[in-house]
């Protein structure tokens, strides 16, 4: 999920402003920006989580990673291990977008017929997501206006120190 800077000048100012900055001080504004930014990511993340599992693969694993010309979220791409042997990332998909259930017919040793479903151990199936890609969609607005504000106010305390 992506937002255009084509379509907001206050973004390509924002990209414009830290081109022409000085090292540290991009530096500066890209950890105050990510400082901001992950909090708000995990507490989207976290309002949109309804389960321990979505919890654990998703939530737990929210990440932001800021640069001078983007703003990437991620969640639920870490390899740890689960206690299963599973890793995060192997069930990440099956999390946030269900899994598929059918109906397995098999046969007992002692010749008995039953049916179970394969799947259970995840939602219905949904391919706009149940955790982060709503997350996303709600947050990214924000994140978008705090990156903005936050480039805003490092840029006039940086003049500010420079003029005093």
């Known amino acids: 999920m992506q937002i255009s800077v084509f379509e907001s000048p206050q973004l390509q100012g924002v990209i414009l402003a830290l081109a022409g900055m000085d090292r540290e001080l991009a530096a500066q504004l890209r950890k105050a920006t ?28 929210a990440r932001v990673a800021v640069s001078n010309t983007n703003i990437r979220l991620r ?18 998909p099956g999390v946030e977008f269900g899994g598929i259930q ?13 049916t179970r ?3 259970q ?8 997501g149940y955790v982060a890609y709503p997350a996303a969609a709600k947050i990214i607005p924000r994140i978008a206006a705090l990156w903005v ?16």
């Open 102 to 114: 059918r109906p397995i017919h098999s046969t007992s040793s002692k010749g008995k017929a039953y």
């Open 34 to 61: 990510k400082t901001v930014t992950a909090g708000e990511w995990s507490r989207a993340l976290a309002a949109e989580a309804s389960t321990e599992q979505e919890r654990r693969v998703i939530v737990n694993t």
């Open 117 to 119: 479903r394969r799947g």
């Open 121 to 128: 151990g995840f939602r219905r199936r949904n391919k706009t």
């Open 75 to 92: 969640a639920g791409q870490l390899s740890k291990n689960l206690s299963g042997g599973a890793k995060l990332y192997e069930l990440t």
């Open 149 to 164: 504000a936050t480039t805003v106010r490092t840029l006039h305390e940086a003049i500010e120190k420079g003029t005093g």
